[in-house]
């Protein structure tokens, strides 16, 4: 059970690290240093296998608590099942929805705020942000639960 604990602390780690990575330190910086739309294109390139990567890791490390038994399982599998759900629905919903509007708003730096499909791409985002930010801290209490 050694192994299923090591690859459960990675899929965990991983998972935190590249979304902590991705929010706090890619993200901001490519929307200081380029244009809102550049920054915009390029961070939609990243987000299919950003989500999928969350939901790959989610999975590994789900399977593998399961596997395990012994104190916080049922705890960290609660959490893992959380985190998991909200990425999917970041990955199979809000990316592709968003990824649309994206193709219809032809520049969010000429399109008004209160357009139609800004407001809509708003919410979409507040939604993924939300999700996002709870998966980070749901990937926290899992590493002091480690």
Same mark, same amino acid.
């Given at each position: 059970?050694?192994?299923?604990?090591?690859?459960?602390? %990675? +899929? $965990?780690? /991983?998972? #935190?690290?590249?979304?902590?990575? *991705?929010?706090?330190?890619?993200?901001?910086?490519?929307?200081?240093?380029?244009?809102?739309?550049?920054?915009?294109?390029?961070?939609?390139?990243?987000?299919?296998?950003?989500?999928?990567?969350?939901?790959?890791?989610?999975?590994?490390?789900?399977?593998?608590?399961?596997?395990?038994?012994?104190?916080?399982?049922?705890?960290?599998?609660?959490? %893992? +099942? $959380?985190? /998991?759900? #909200?990425?999917?629905?970041?990955? *199979?919903?809000?990316?592709?929805?968003?990824?649309?509007?994206?193709?219809?708003?032809?520049?969010?730096?000429?399109?008004?705020?209160?357009?139609?499909?800004?407001?809509?791409?708003?919410?979409?985002?507040?939604?993924?942000?939300?999700?996002?930010?709870?998966?980070?801290?749901?990937?926290?209490?899992?590493?002091?639960?480690?």
């Amino acid at each position: 059970m050694q192994i299923v604990t090591i690859i459960y602390r %990675l +899929a $965990v780690s /991983l998972w #935190l690290g590249g979304a902590s990575l *991705f929010t706090f330190v890619l993200t901001p910086l490519l929307f200081r240093n380029e244009s809102r739309d550049t920054a915009a294109r390029i961070v939609g390139l990243f987000f299919p296998g950003y989500f999928r990567w969350g939901v790959a890791c989610g999975l590994i490390a789900l399977i593998c608590r399961i596997i395990l038994s012994g104190k916080g399982v049922a705890v960290a599998g609660v959490i %893992l +099942a $959380v985190m /998991l759900t #909200l990425c999917s629905i970041q990955a *199979f919903y809000v990316e592709p929805r968003a990824a649309e509007l994206k193709r219809q708003i032809v520049s969010f730096e000429t399109t008004p705020k209160d357009h139609p499909l800004r407001r809509e791409f708003s919410k979409l985002h507040g939604v993924s942000a939300v999700c996002n930010l709870s998966i980070i801290a749901g990937g926290v209490v899992l590493v002091v639960l480690m």
